[in-house]
C-alpha cells in the first residue's frame, strides 16, 4: 500500500512560484515513478509532468514546459513540483500520483495511487 500527501498548494499573483511536495508512505519508494496531475473546475485531470525512479527522466506537458520542474529526494521520499512564472491558467487542484507498472503514463486512468490534491490558485 502506498500513500501519499501533498503540501505547499496556495494563492499567489500571476509571474509568481510555489512548490508542491508529496509525501510518500513505503519502503520502496525509491523504485516509484512519480507524477503530478493537475484538475481545473469542469476540465478533465491532465498530467503536468513525471519523474523515472532515479529522476533521471522527466516528461513535461507543453503547457508548462520551461516554467515548471518535478524532482524527487528518495532519502525523503518526496517528490516536488517547482513551479514559477505561473499563470491563472495553471489554477487548478494538483494531484501526485503512482502506478503499480512503474510507468511514467500520461493517462490519469492508468495510475493506481493518488493523493489527497492540494488547491493552487493563480490569479491575474
Known amino acids: 500500500q502506498v500513500q501519499l500527501v501533498e503540501s505547499g498548494g496556495g494563492l499567489t499573483q500571476a509571474g509568481g512560484s510555489l512548490r508542491l511536495s508529496c509525501a510518500a508512505s513505503?519502503?520502496?519508494?525509491?523504485?516509484?515513478?512519480m507524477a503530478w496531475f493537475r484538475q481545473a473546475p469542469g476540465k478533465e485531470r491532465e498530467v503536468v509532468a513525471t519523474?523515472?525512479?532515479?529522476?533521471?527522466?522527466?516528461y513535461y506537458a507543453d503547457s508548462v514546459k520551461g516554467r515548471f520542474t518535478i524532482s524527487r529526494d528518495n532519502a525523503k521520499n518526496t517528490v516536488y513540483l517547482q513551479m514559477n512564472s505561473l499563470k491563472p491558467e495553471d489554477t487548478a487542484v494538483y494531484y501526485c500520483?503512482?502506478?503499480?507498472?512503474?510507468?511514467?503514463?500520461?493517462?490519469?486512468?492508468?495510475?493506481?495511487?493518488w493523493g489527497q490534491g492540494t488547491q493552487v490558485t493563480v490569479s491575474s
Open positions: 500520483a503512482t502506478n503499480l507498472n512503474q510507468a511514467a503514463y500520461t493517462d490519469y486512468a492508468l495510475y493506481d495511487y
Open positions: 519523474i523515472s525512479w532515479s529522476g533521471g527522466s522527466t
Open positions: 513505503g519502503r520502496t519508494f525509491s523504485t516509484y515513478t
